[in-house]
Structure formats: structure tokens, C-alpha cells
């Protein structure tokens, strides 16, 4: 458990509708990550971050913006919700130090778009 | 692009049996691999991480295995229980970058 809750767990929302999800941690670690997760998929990288205001682009990043202006919390907004955005959410973390350099998951977000 | 594939997506064994999951990778440039376990409705919780430059960790019943040569990761599971039913994930870190590629997983069922 390294802390980290993700906010909504669960939103209905309908096309064409804004929508940000929250991921907040209580580690003070440096890099977090966003992925969705869908059948046939395995999870996928949407953005991450490396710092406060550092963030990238991952492999499926058209559709969605990050953002992060403290330590802990990374938002990922989608600023026309879309159906085939439909999909469970994760934030993860990257916890480094002596020899281990892992991920740590949070919960995940399931998110319906009508 | 690192793309990353596990066999079988589903297994399914007795209760008792030792069982391997295979993962495999086609760019051999890999920095560390992690095995995972996803419960259904939950987020994935860490198994075992491999550097680079090790061959096997161990963790209780579980030992993974890595071979950078041939793309190739196992995960071996000793005296499989019911407890152990979940999907089961492999990720790879490519080179020194902050990118992680995911196996689509293989669903494990054990049964009692």
C-alpha cells in the first residue's frame, strides 16, 4: 500500500461532457502515472509525470490532459468525454530507492461514458 | 514500440498443481520487469521485480525467472491454492525511461 487513492471510484457521465479524475498520494513521490485498463489491452499509458508541473505523454494520450501542481495530486481531465473513453482508470506511483524501482496501483476508477 | 505478450489469456488447474505463466517481450533493451496480480474490481498489487542484470527472484511459492536474451519471463507458482485465482500481469521498463509496457495478463482459476 503506498498510499495512493484515486477519486471518483465510480462516474456515469454522458458524450460530450468534461470530466477529471483525481489521484492523490501520500508519499511525496516524484513520478505518477495514469493508465487505462481494457479488455484485449492490458492497461495502456495515457500521461505521466515526473515533478510538479513535469508531465508527458504516453501511448494512448490524444483525448486527455494532466495536470499537476502539487506533489500529490496528478489530474487527469478528458475535455469531451467520448464512449470509447469507457474504461477503468489507474494512477500509479514509482517507488525508487536502493536496489528496487516499482509501481504501486491505486484502486482505479471505473468510468462509463453514455 | 515494446510490445508484450502473455500465454495462455486463461488457465485453469487443480488446487495443488505448480504451474508456469509465460510472458514475452520483443525488445530485449529492458531496464526491470514486474510481475503483478489484479483481483477482479481492484488495482494491481506488485508480485516480483527483476532487474535487468538478475536471472530469478524469489517470494514465498512464487519464483520469476527472466531471460533478456530471448525476450522471455516466467512466473512460477509452487502449490497452487484457490487464494491464488486472479489475473496475473507482467510490465517491462524500457531502457532508462519512465515507460512501462503491460502483458495483457493471464486469468488464473484454481480450483478447489
Known amino acids: 500500500d503506498a498510499g495512493i487513492t484515486q477519486s471518483p471510484r465510480h462516474k456515469v457521465t454522458e458524450t460530450g461532457t468534461p470530466v477529471t479524475l483525481r489521484c492523490h498520494q501520500t508519499e511525496n ?28 505523454k504516453g501511448e494512448v494520450s490524444d483525448g486527455y490532459s494532466v495536470s499537476r501542481s502539487k506533489t500529490e495530486d496528478f489530474l487527469l481531465t478528458l475535455e469531451s468525454a467520448t464512449s470509447s473513453q469507457t474504461s477503468v482508470y489507474f494512477c500509479a506511483i514509482r517507488r525508487q530507492g536502493g536496489s528496487t524501482d516499482t509501481q504501486y496501483f491505486g484502486p482505479g476508477t471505473r468510468l462509463t461514458v453514455l | 514500440k515494446q510490445e508484450v505478450t502473455q500465454i495462455p489469456a486463461a488457465l485453469s488447474v487443480p488446487e495443488g498443481e505448480n504451474l508456469v505463466l509465460n510472458c514475452s517481450f520483443t525488445d530485449s533493451a529492458i531496464y526491470n520487469l514486474q510481475w503483478f496480480r489484479q483481483d477482479p474490481g481492484k488495482g494491481l498489487t506488485s508480485l516480483l521485480l527483476i532487474q535487468s542484470s538478475q536471472r530469478e527472484q524469489t ?11 530471448s525476450g522471455r519471463s516466467t512466473l512460477y507458482i509452487a502449490a ?23 502483458g495483457t495478463g493471464t486469468s488464473l482459476t484454481v480450483i478447489p
Request: hydrophobic share 25%.
Open chain 2, 59 to 69: 517470494s514465498g511459492r512464487l519464483n520469476a525467472s527472466l531471460d533478456k536474451s
Open chain 1, 29 to 56: 513521490h516524484r513520478y505518477m502515472y495514469w493508465y487505462r485498463q481494457d479488455p484485449g489491452h492490458g492497461l495502456r499509458l495515457i500521461h505521466y509525470s515526473y515533478g510538479v508541473k513535469d508531465t508527458d
Open chain 2, 80 to 102: 497452487s491454492q484457490p487464494g491464488d485465482s486472479a489475473t496475473y500481469l507482467c510490465a517491462v521498463r524500457r531502457g532508462m525511461g519512465n515507460q512501462f509496457y503491460f
